[in-house]
T-cell receptor, first 114, second 111 residues
């Protein structure tokens, strides 16, 4: 089955700790994205990557970091510098050509920081 | 900026009713996408529109690309309880390969 997996589904951390969210895809997509979703809000782009070892900041990159060492994987680290880290985090992927705007999403990780 | 405004914010309807929602922008879009998000899950792509005036169906769902290219519409016919969720519209950010999303229309269906 082709798709995007995110783990874990729920994550709890203490304030001041860094935490890494996993995202893996086997759709052979070149582009991958991280979004943050808060209640009643749309999706806001944190980071995206179109090729291995390269990534760009989205609208709300402050307090987050990413890496793209493999095509299939795009982990997101929520650092202690992120002021309000509690949110629902969504990973997505898309091809770079053809239907490049059709992004496919993972099931999400709900992060709670106390 | 390229903001997308979705209307209505929420709807509460009876099972069997038809539903209409829309997405508007002050900017022109060349592509419109409609997603549905079930509670606690990631959004799922429902319909993608690529041409002004295009009308595309996916089962009981029909979406239209407005001829002004500044709006899009999603209709659901004969709603059922599993239609419950948040419906998002999205379009490409000009000059980039990324998407901008509306804030969503929350649909609740009463059996």
């Amino acid at each position: 089955d082709g798709g995007i997996t995110q783990s874990p589904k729920y994550l709890f951390r203490k304030e001041g700790q860094n935490v890494t969210l996993s995202c893996e895809q086997n759709l052979n997509h070149d582009a991958m994205y991280w979004y943050r979703q808060d209640p009643g809000q749309g999706l806001r782009l944190i980071y995206y990557s179109q090729i291995v070892n390269d990534f760009q900041k989205g609208d709300i990159a402050e307090g987050y970091s990413v890496s793209r060492e493999k095509k299939e994987s795009f982990p997101l680290t929520v650092t202690s510098a992120q002021k309000n880290p509690t949110a629902f985090y969504l990973c997505a992927s898309s091809p770079l050509t053809g239907r490049a705007y059709e992004q496919y999403f993972g099931p999400g990780t709900r992060l709670t920081v106390t | 900026g390229q903001q997308l405004n979705q209307s209505p914010q929420s709807m509460f309807i009876q099972e069997g009713e038809d539903v209409s929602m829309n997405c508007t922008s002050s900017s022109i879009f060349n592509t419109w996408l409609w997603y549905k998000q079930d509670p606690g899950e990631g959004p799922v792509l429902l319909i993608a529109l690529y041409k002004a005036g295009e009308l595309t169906s996916n089962g009981r769902l029909t979406a239209q690309f407005g001829i002004t290219r500044k709006d899009s519409f999603l209709n659901i016919s004969a709603s059922i309880p599993s239609d419950v969720g948040i419906y998002f519209c999205a379009g490409p950010v000009s000059g980039y390969s990324t998407l901008t999303f509306g804030k969503g229309t929350m649909l609740l269906v009463s059996p």
